[in-house]
């Protein structure tokens, strides 16, 4: 055990860095962790002392690895299921409405929650430990954090693919899919931060610590992503990845097989109305959809499967995407009333 404090604020000479601080569990976001994050961006934002602002996850393995999923199991039938997207998602509208520039140093793991604390960042930044994802089908959830916005405007059908698959994208897929801006070493990192003190440029700065992360193997596969990825339905996708044929194919259903059905369906009409919506519609459209699926049956078997039992076998309501019929999906997406999402 450790007195540690699970997130450290510091400012000095224009900077003002956040580090999320739970190394020993990937930097997943506790909801304490997301309320004292909101309130010091909120402070930092009428600082004058603060230019700008940066945050990086603390360890060698994790930026952040998603949101405290174990809390909202174990909370099952709480107003934690409420609360934490709430504030999660109140965060991630701060960071992309923010007025200071804000710069994310994705150094390891960066999946869920991790995600919606620096896809909206101004300036995102890679490095080779780098590992993005949007796992959120594989545990009956959806990829929220603000995917319905940024998945559906990514080059091609990257969003869709990325959101139906999982797929683990390193740094120079993440340069590819326009996820990051630019690649820094990570044992150029604390330089860096200490460079992004003071009053010099930010487009300066980032460019003088850049450096090459490869090719993308992402690229490889792009016409065959949105050849197949295009299709109306789930179902014609996977129809259109058994006509491909080819050993990626082959492994994109395997991935997608074990994804909740009802989980796929959801995503393929988020993403689609996510690209119609401005941002703040598309964190309210996200926090029906969550309160929705944790009054349900997928999430909590899924966060069982993988998390608790880790057994890896979910046992999905329905087990078939013929089972999950559209009139059955567009419920998840029924508003709440008196329980909206507001950011006031």
């Known amino acids: 055990m450790t007195d540690a404090p699970e997130i450290l604020f510091d400012a000095s000479d224009g900077l003002a860095l956040v580090t999320l601080n739970r190394p020993a569990a990937?930097?997943?976001?506790t909801l304490d962790m997301i309320l004292r994050f909101h309130a010091q961006l909120d402070a930092w934002a009428t600082n004058p002392n603060v230019e700008r602002v940066?945050?990086?996850?603390?360890?060698?393995?994790g930026f952040c690895a998603g949101g405290d999923i174990r809390a909202l199991y174990d909370g099952r039938g709480t107003a934690i299921t409420a609360d934490f997207f709430r504030a999660e998602y109140r965060l991630n509208q701060a960071i992309f409405h923010y007025p200071k520039p804000y710069v994310a140093l994705m150094n390891g793991i960066t999946m869920g929650g991790g995600v919606g604390v620096s896809a909206h960042a101004r300036h995102r930044v890679v490095c080779e430990?780098?590992?993005f994802a949007m796992p959120e089908t594989g545990i009956g959830l959806f990829p929220d954090v603000g995917g319905s916005h940024f998945l559906p405007r990514m080059p091609g059908k990257m969003g869709v693919y990325i959101a139906l698959t999982g797929a683990r994208l390193r740094?120079?897929?993440?340069?590819?899919a326009g996820i990051a801006h630019v690649f820094v070493p990570a044992?150029?990192?604390g330089a860096l931060i200490d460079a992004l003190r003071g009053s010099s440029d930010i487009e300066t700065v980032l460019s003088a610590f850049a450096g090459d992360a490869g090719d993308a193997p992402l690229a490889e596969h792009r016409a065959a992503i949105d050849r197949c990825f295009a299709a109306d339905t789930v179902e014609a996708i996977v129809g259109a990845l058994e006509r491909e044929g080819t050993g990626w194919a082959e492994a994109t259903l395997r991935a997608m097989a074990g994804k909740s059905p009802t989980s796929q369906k959801i995503a393929l009409?988020?993403?689609r109305l996510g690209a119609t919506l401005g941002f703040d519609d598309c964190m309210r459209m996200e926090y029906r959809l969550s309160q929705h699926l944790t009054a349900g049956h997928d999430f909590f078997e899924g966060v069982r499967a993988v998390v608790i039992d880790k057994d890896q076998a979910?046992?999905?309501r329905?087990?078939?995407l013929d089972a999950v019929s559209a009139a059955a999906v567009a419920e998840y997406f029924a508003p709440l009333g008196a329980a909206e999402l507001t950011f006031e």
């Open 26 to 29: 990937l930097n997943a976001l």
């Open 54 to 61: 940066a945050v990086r996850g603390a360890g060698e393995k």
């Open 129 to 131: 430990a780098t590992v």
């Open 171 to 176: 740094a120079a897929d993440c340069l590819y």
């Open 187 to 189: 044992a150029r990192h």
């Open 269 to 271: 009409r988020q993403i």
């Open 314 to 316: 979910p046992r999905w």
């Open 318 to 320: 329905p087990a078939r």
